[in-house]
Nanobody, 129 residues
């Protein structure tokens, strides 16, 4: 069984940077793609970024375009989220998720929560003023 483990969260001042990692471990891993989502207190979980496993095509929420960069290392089964120019509005628990290659793709959209097969436990990112 595949498990996703996030790391890299923490406390940073506004304008600073953090790099999140999400490593997939367990059985032989293959995916259509992986995504990052975040959930701030009192708010719904929202899409941040996603990347396809094969071509490396990327998707970003408008709120993070130009500041965040998603990348993957297929050999390490790991996806990264480089976050620059952080501001307090970026404070949230960040989750990674995977769309498993063995699942039905259908009308799946990388930017939507539904359809992802597995989620990590989340990592807290706090941006102070």
């Amino acid at each position: 069984q595949v498990q996703l483990v996030e790391s890299g969260g923490g406390l940073v001042q506004a304008g600073g940077s953090l790099r999140l990692s999400c490593a997939a471990s367990g059985r032989t891993f293959s995916a259509y793609g992986m995504g990052w989502f975040r959930q701030a207190p009192g708010k719904e979980r929202e899409f941040v970024a996603a990347i396809t496993w094969g071509t490396g095509r990327t998707y970003y929420a408008d709120s993070v375009k130009g500041r965040f960069t998603i990348s993957r290392d297929n050999a390490k089964n790991t996806v990264y989220l480089q976050m620059n120019s952080l501001n307090p509005e970026d404070t949230a628990v960040y989750y990674c998720a995977v769309k498993d290659i063995g699942s039905y793709f259908g009308t799946f959209r990388y930017t939507q929560i539904s359809g992802y097969d597995l989620w990590g436990q989340g990592t807290q990112v706090t941006v102070s003023t």
